[in-house]
């Protein structure tokens, strides 16, 4: 059966379809492939910026009379490009699993300095939505801090933008981090008469000239359905539609049509300064959307979605507040010795609790990236005039890194700085937590929303009778280590403390 699958022709749109055909080749033996590619709209018009062009489908409307007509048979899509609202001539089909959804910041190394000593930042982006979310975060997360950011308009596909970035007077690029992560692995699809090698060499010539961000999602996320290719068919193709289904990931399609369906709900369209992103998990469904609406409504949803019958009917009398625990610990610091920084110069460092690792530690980590446990614990760090590369957003194993390709990938081993007790592994213990207090006062509070899991040990050790109370906490280590003591099914997860207010105040 010969498919005749169509794209875009950037080097990032082949890939992506060669990626689809290699995956209908391997579920289908009897499947023969013929590629085509051609412009755009959005990709003819190189001068405006997207926001002043047509709100909708300027990178795919082109293709759609040639699939209705039976010209080819398939297009293949980045799926952000797309209209939320489609009409019924097509469908859309099919999704392989999403690549990394986050944004990525590039700096220039030679101008790092410079922008430190001045406190100012000039970005390209022409996205209404990164300038409307990042710059309160960057203005923090910024080691030193920023007083001013600015944004100037880029357009051209990834290799024009970086080329640009470094012969222009601009400090910095935002990019989706899954266009470059797909680029650097696009050896694994060549196919004759391309250059994908040529290419991915100047990417990565490009990024060793950078210091680099992987913005979090909490406070950033994507355009709705920002790393996700999806491939749109005639709605008449049952056929296809089949054959189409044995690729298809699942989750990657409906996160999606729930993030297109939050973003239509506010008008749709890349004009729009809403970031949506929605990843569905055992415990339920993260969302993150962070943004304005056209008429000025500021929106900052960054929540655990689950079925949490236990917490309906609540008395605020019951709930038992966090800083009611005051400081259980003292934290006694553990001294740097030679073998501590032997194993900290060799790996990626990730900091737990970041706030009570001792400075000498902090001041001795030379290693190739530095990561954060959460977004606050990434602003004290940048206070103290270090890079930080990324962060967990809290969510710990349910947050992937996916550094595979910015990273050398002999180089993904991690190391956890933390303290003595700490069950995260391989991990440096940089600090012992001395028991504080005999005593916690309370009275007929049965729920508990736990900041770690040493202090829920801690606290029961104190109050055995605790155990039988409801139990809240993050989705990191602290929700491991207290289902291990009580068992899944009595411990409620949500994304952050602000997230187990807000839900239980309802």
Request: with cysteine; glycine share 6%.
């Amino acid at each position: 059966m010969l498919i005749n699958i169509a794209s875009r022709k950037s080097d990032l749109a082949r890939l992506q379809a060669y990626m689809v055909g290699d995956a209908l080749k391997k579920h289908h033996s009897n499947i023969e492939i013929k590629y085509h590619f051609s412009s755009s709209l959005g990709d003819q018009n190189q001068d405006d910026p997207l926001w002043k062009m047509p709100s909708q489908g300027v990178f795919t409307q082109d293709f759609r009379a040639d699939l209705i007509q039976g010209n080819i048979d398939m297009v293949v899509h980045s799926w952000k490009d797309l209209p939320t609202q489609m009409d019924e001539d097509t469908i859309l089909a099919a999704s392989l699993p999403r690549a990394d959804h986050k944004d990525l910041l590039l700096v220039k190394k030679t101008a790092i300095k410079g922008v430190k000593r001045t406190k100012q930042l000039r970005l390209l982006s022409s996205s209404p939505r990164r300038m409307f979310n990042l710059e309160g975060f960057l203005k923090k997360a910024f080691p030193n801090g920023l007083k001013n950011i600015t944004f100037e308009d880029v357009r051209g596909n990834i290799q024009t933008r970086l080329d640009k970035l470094l012969k222009l007077e601009a400090d910095g690029l935002i990019v989706a981090k899954a266009a470059i992560d797909r680029l650097l692995s696009a050896s694994d699809y060549n196919q004759p008469d391309d250059n994908f090698d040529q290419s991915a060499n100047k990417i990565r010539q490009a990024i060793e000239q950078c210091e680099w961000m992987v913005l979090p999602a909490s406070v950033n996320p994507p355009a709705a359905a920002q790393g996700a290719l999806v491939v749109e068919i005639a709605s008449k193709r049952k056929d296809l539609a089949k054959i189409l289904s044995g690729i298809n990931c699942t989750k990657t399609f409906n996160d999606v049509q729930k993030e297109r369906q939050i973003l239509s709900s506010y008008g749709g369209g890349c004009h729009q300064k809403i970031g949506v992103w929605v990843s569905t998990i055992e415990q339920g469904r993260i969302i993150s959307t962070q943004g304005e609406t056209e008429g000025g409504k500021s929106l900052k949803v960054f929540t655990l979605e689950s079925n949490k019958k236990l917490l309906n009917n609540i008395k605020s009398q019951e709930i038992f507040n966090p800083k009611q625990l005051g400081d259980l610990f003292t934290r006694e610091p553990i001294p740097v010795d030679a073998q501590a920084l032997k194993k900290m110069a060799d790996a990626n460092v990730l900091l737990l609790a970041s706030s009570h690792i001792p400075d000498e530690y902090l001041s001795a980590i030379k290693s190739q990236t530095i990561w954060a446990s959460g977004v606050a614990s990434w602003f004290k760090l940048a206070k103290k005039n270090i890079w930080v590369n990324g962060v967990d957003d809290n969510l710990g194993g349910f947050c992937e890194r996916n550094l595979q390709f910015l990273l050398n990938k002999n180089s993904l081993n991690w190391l956890i700085l933390t303290h003595e007790d700490s069950p995260s592994t391989p991990a440096i213990a940089t600090y012992r937590l001395m028991p504080n207090r005999s005593d916690i006062e309370m009275d007929n509070e049965k729920y508990f929303y736990w900041r770690s899991g040493s202090s829920f040990k801690r606290a029961i050790e104190i109050k055995p009778e605790i155990l039988n109370a409801t139990h809240s906490c993050g989705l990191g280590h602290t929700y491991k280590i207290i289902s291990s003591i009580v068992g899944e099914g009595r411990v409620f997860p949500f994304v952050n403390e602000e997230d187990w207010v807000n839900q239980i105040s309802k």
